[in-house]
């Protein structure tokens, strides 16, 4: 992996090559949630149920899953820039195609594909990231990609809604092609040719690193972080409404506040992190623990309980940022097989914090109680990661160094 000098430098600035990075998250992460906004349009268009339109969503989490390792791999001899470019030009092509998908089996088709260029372009972004600067800033790097994600739920997603509302889902669609190609022409200008350049550790080696403690550890930290964040989140709305006595109206502007919280915790999580990476790990995860009591505590109260919203969104992406950083800093030998499952991972996450939320409604424990769940994986998560981190004081092990 060839590192640019010029992006060397202890400057306050964002480098440019990071920028384009953020722009092209920026807008896969729009593309995967916007189409909640407009899921009954996109249901009545293409004469399906809207439950059956939901498989948009899911697919879409399925190819980042599966699909982004597969291609990762078997993609690992292509210099990064040019891969960056071949899965931006998918992404881009599958939104013109999605624009003028003829029916719901199509357009499912088309959403797989392009969550295969997701889940492939997120671990790939990673690994260019942490290139980019010096080790001191990793996981500033790592934040402004996550930030990609929190700003697309910000900014991205309400915008394509509003667009998809006053002219038809389509446009939506046609927007995100719009975007693409924005995102295209931002990293052909301003990443370096060379920037990220793989060197292919051997499939054995890519798969052996997953075996040390710190990367199985952070796994499992990620997937009790899901559980903490998307437990509550997959039913926010009815929660909000029915235990907090919020309005319908009111809801979106609490979920915005909650993004401008994530927003700011990414960054907060960069900078701790390059501070102090893993006590700073296990101080967010005990904090992050505290505030699923509080929202339990709160639920009925509407000041507070949106006060705990935000600080809820703001610490769910401070501590994704050091958990990202661990994985990259404990792979930097082998690192294409886990930078690619991070974003699988993720999802994985989701789709588990989803049906376990889901069950404990059926079982008739009520939307108040699913923060419980959150609390119990906090609590399992600061346990991991002290352990861990212990053992690795103990044992005196050291991060590998960069494949040469």
């Known amino acids: 992996m060839v590192e640019d000098p010029r992006f060397q430098q202890d400057e306050p600035n964002m480098p440019l090559p990071l920028l384009a990075l953020f722009i092209a998250a920026f807008a896969f992460g729009t593309t995967e949630f916007v189409i909640a906004g407009v899921l009954p349009q996109v249901a009545g268009g293409l004469g399906v149920s809207i439950p ?27 210099r990064r820039k040019v891969l960056l470019l071949c899965l931006l030009a998918l992404f881009t092509l599958g939104q013109m195609a999605c624009a003028l998908a003829p ?7 088309l959403r797989v594909v392009t969550a295969v260029a997701h889940g492939s372009y997120f671990g790939v972004a990673m ?29 991205g997603v309400p915008l394509g809604t509003a667009i998809g509302n006053a002219f038809g ?16 022409l931002a990293v052909a200008a301003l990443l370096p040719a060379r920037v990220g350049a793989p060197r292919p550790a051997g499939f054995l080696k890519e798969v052996r690193v997953l075996g040390r403690q710190q990367i199985w550890s952070s796994l499992i930290v990620m997937l009790m972080l899901m559980m903490a964040q998307f437990v509550p989140l997959t039913y926010i709305a009815p929660y909000l409404t029915g235990v907090t ?144 981190y212990a053992y690795e004081l103990n044992k005196g092990q050291r991060p590998p160094a960069k494949a040469s």
């Open 52 to 78: 059956t339109a939901g498989y948009l969503v899911s697919g879409y989490a399925i190819g980042i899953a599966v699909g982004g390792p597969l291609v990762t791999l078997a993609t690992v001899a292509l």
């Open 103 to 109: 029916d719901f089996t199509s357009m499912l088709s």
């Open 127 to 155: 690994v260019v990231a942490v290139s980019l600067v010096p080790a001191e800033r990793r996981s500033m790097a790592v934040a402004v990609i996550l930030a990609g994600l929190t700003v697309s739920n910000v900014v």
């Open 169 to 184: 889902w389509r446009s939506t669609f046609w927007a995100m092609f719009g975007l693409g190609l924005v995102a295209m």
């Open 245 to 388: 006595g919020l309005s319908e109206s009111t809801v979106p502007f609490v979920l915005l506040a909650n993004g401008v919280g994530a927003t700011i915790g990414v960054f907060l999580g960069g900078r701790l992190s390059d501070w102090k990476l893993m006590p700073s790990l296990i101080a967010l995860l005990a904090m992050q623990a505290a505030v699923m009591a509080a929202m339990y505590a709160a639920s009925p109260y509407p000041v507070p309980m949106v006060a705990v919203i935000v600080l809820w969104g703001a610490l769910n992406f401070a501590i994704g940022t050091p958990i990202q950083s661990r994985i990259l800093g404990w792979t930097a030998d082998a690192p294409n097989l886990a930078s690619a499952l991070i974003p699988s991972g993720f999802n994985v996450g989701i789709a588990i914090a989803a049906s376990v939320g889901a069950a404990m409604l059926n079982a008739g424990l009520g939307y108040r109680a699913l923060p419980l769940v959150g609390l119990g994986g906090m609590i399992a998560a600061t346990a991991v990661a002290a352990i861990s």
